[in-house]
């Protein structure tokens, strides 16, 4: 069965930083686009960051951008998401996803396989 693990959450005060990482079980996601989405209690989940399938596009959400970046390694098939200068308003519990295509989209519908989630906590 295919499956997302991310790791990495925790609880960090504002300024600290976290890395994220999403180990894939099959070697098929290095074809895929991927990407990091979050969502806070009470809120929609919502766009963090995606990269195509080599690495070579990237995209990031105006919030999160200039503080947060996402990378893969391929011949690992796992992907990662470094934060840095993390704000309270960035608590939230993280998920990791993938496309069978290759070219990443910023819409959460268009991804076909789902971590179950990490949760990041900012304190202030």
């Known amino acids: 069965q295919v499956q997302l693990v991310e790791s990495g959450g925790g609880l960090v005060q504002a300024g600290g930083s976290l890395r994220l990482s999403c180990a894939a079980s099959?070697?098929?996601?290095?074809?895929?686009?991927r990407g990091w989405f979050r969502q806070a209690p009470g809120k929609e989940r919502e766009f963090v960051a995606v990269?195509?399938?080599?690495?070579?596009?990237?995209y990031y959400a105006d919030s999160v951008k200039g503080r947060f970046t996402i990378s893969r390694d391929n011949a690992k098939n796992t992907m990662y998401l470094q934060m840095n200068s993390l704000k309270p308003e960035d608590t939230a519990v993280y998920y990791c996803?993938?496309?069978?295509?290759?070219?990443?989209?910023?819409?959460?519908?268009?991804?076909?396989?789902w971590g179950q989630g990490t949760q990041v906590t900012v304190s202030s």
């Open positions: 099959e070697r098929t996601f290095s074809s895929y686009a």
């Open positions: 990269i195509n399938w080599s690495g070579s596009s990237t």
């Open positions: 996803a993938a496309r069978r295509s290759g070219i990443a989209t910023m819409t959460v519908g268009m991804y076909d396989y």
